[in-house]
């Protein structure tokens, strides 16, 4: 990591988002409001893992450099540290001590360089850990843009999407959550 990236502040400037589009009144339609997901291109699970490794690294990094006190605590933990008690199931990816508590940290990587409006996906465990800590300043995002590109990357320090400090800040685009099964069995 350079000095460039290791230096950069993460604050971030949220604006207000606005919300799903809502019926027009009056026009006697009871259907519900429409959700369009944007389009967001879609890279392989391999590259997926890439990114988010390389993401995570940088955020090691960044957070070592704010903080006294950083655990790595997800799966890629488990491979890079050998950390037995590492797991994605926890939700979060970094523990930081912060004043008299621990900030909670899940990491977000992009490879795409920021843009006025990023799009990024929370998984089952990370949605209910950020719902478990929405009262509190605990859980925080991590975001990570231009990932691969090291004189490019950025870090930003996001609130918890369903905290009253996010809450108005982030949009839903999409409710579905992926799955993956294999129905034609090994047989």
Same mark, same amino acid.
């Given at each position: 990591?350079? $000095?460039?990236?290791?230096?950069?502040?993460?604050?971030?400037?949220?604006?207000?988002?606005?919300?799903?589009?809502?019926?027009?009144?009056?026009?006697?339609?009871?259907?519900?409001?429409?959700?369009? =997901?944007?389009?967001?291109?879609?890279?392989?699970?391999?590259?997926?893992?890439?990114?988010?490794?390389?993401?995570?690294?940088?955020?090691?990094?960044?957070?070592?450099?704010?903080?006294?006190?950083?655990?790595?605590?997800?799966?890629?933990?488990?491979? =890079?540290?050998?950390?037995?008690?590492?797991?994605?199931?926890?939700?979060?990816? +970094?523990?930081?001590?912060? %004043?008299?508590?621990?900030?909670?940290?899940?990491?977000?990587?992009?490879?795409?360089? =920021?843009? $006025?409006?990023?799009? +990024?996906?929370?998984?089952?465990? $990370?949605?209910?850990?950020?719902?478990?800590?929405?009262?509190?300043?605990?859980?925080?995002?991590?975001?990570?843009?231009?990932?691969?590109?090291?004189?490019? %990357?950025?870090?930003?320090?996001?609130?918890?999407? +369903?905290?009253?400090?996010?809450?108005?800040? +982030?949009?839903? =685009?999409?409710?579905?959550?992926?799955?993956?099964?294999?129905?034609?069995?090994?047989?």
């Amino acid at each position: 990591m350079d $000095e460039a990236f290791l230096a950069q502040s993460g604050r971030a400037r949220l604006d207000t988002v606005a919300g799903v589009p809502r019926p027009r009144s009056g026009s006697g339609s009871t259907t519900k409001p429409r959700i369009v =997901v944007a389009n967001m291109k879609r890279a392989s699970e391999d590259q997926r893992s890439a990114i988010g490794l390389v993401g995570e690294v940088a955020a090691r990094a960044w957070l070592q450099r704010h903080y006294p006190d950083v655990r790595w605590v997800s799966g890629y933990a488990a491979v =890079v540290n050998g950390d037995d008690e590492a797991s994605d199931s926890l939700g979060h990816d +970094f523990e930081v001590a912060w %004043r008299d508590t621990t900030r909670l940290y899940e990491v977000k990587a992009l490879s795409d360089p =920021v843009a $006025e409006r990023v799009e +990024f996906e929370l998984g089952p465990s $990370e949605v209910d850990a950020a719902r478990r800590h929405a009262r509190s300043n605990r859980y925080r995002i991590l975001l990570i843009t231009s990932a691969l590109v090291p004189e490019e %990357r950025r870090v930003f320090d996001l609130p918890n999407p +369903f905290s009253a400090q996010g809450r108005d800040r +982030f949009r839903m =685009v999409s409710r579905a959550v992926r799955y993956r099964c294999s129905p034609v069995g090994k047989g």
